[in-house]
Nanobody, 123 residues
Framework: QVQLAESGGGLVQAGGSLSLSCAAS????????VGWFRQAPGKEREFVAL????????RYADSVKDRFTISRDNAKNMVNLQMTSLKPEDTAVYYC????????????????WGQGTHVTVSS
């Protein structure tokens, strides 16, 4: 089992950058695929990015490709999401999530979730 806690959210102007962190506690963090999802008010939770166990493989939603970068440091039990060229439509609560077995992009494929961190992008 793994526990996740996000940090780094806040208010930023359009075009700016923000870095989110996901700290994990528990055993065998490197056994988990970690994903970032987001949920805007009134909308469903959507996939943002994921990183594989080793960190060598990544996957991004089309809406954030070339703007967001996901990375992980298994020695520190951390996953980061570097967000650049932010847009008002990136405003949402951002969640990190983990699963042991899939490179999935749907929330149902993830077993463990953090509480979320708010990101607001002003125009």
């Amino acid at each position: 089992q793994v526990q996740l806690a996000e940090s780094g959210g806040g208010l930023v102007q359009a075009g700016g950058s923000l870095s989110l962190s996901c700290a994990a506690s528990g055993r065998s963090f490197s056994d988990y695929v970690v994903g970032w999802f987001r949920q805007a008010p009134g909308k469903e939770r959507e996939f943002v990015a994921l990183v594989t166990w080793s960190g060598r493989g990544t996957r991004y939603a089309d809406s954030v490709k070339d703007r967001f970068t996901i990375s992980r440091d298994n020695a520190k039990n951390m996953v980061n999401l570097q967000m650049t060229s932010l847009k008002p439509e990136d405003t949402a609560v951002y969640y990190c999530a983990a699963n042991r077995g899939t490179f999935g992009s749907t929330p149902g494929e993830y077993d463990y979730w953090g509480q979320g961190t708010h990101v607001t992008v002003s125009s």
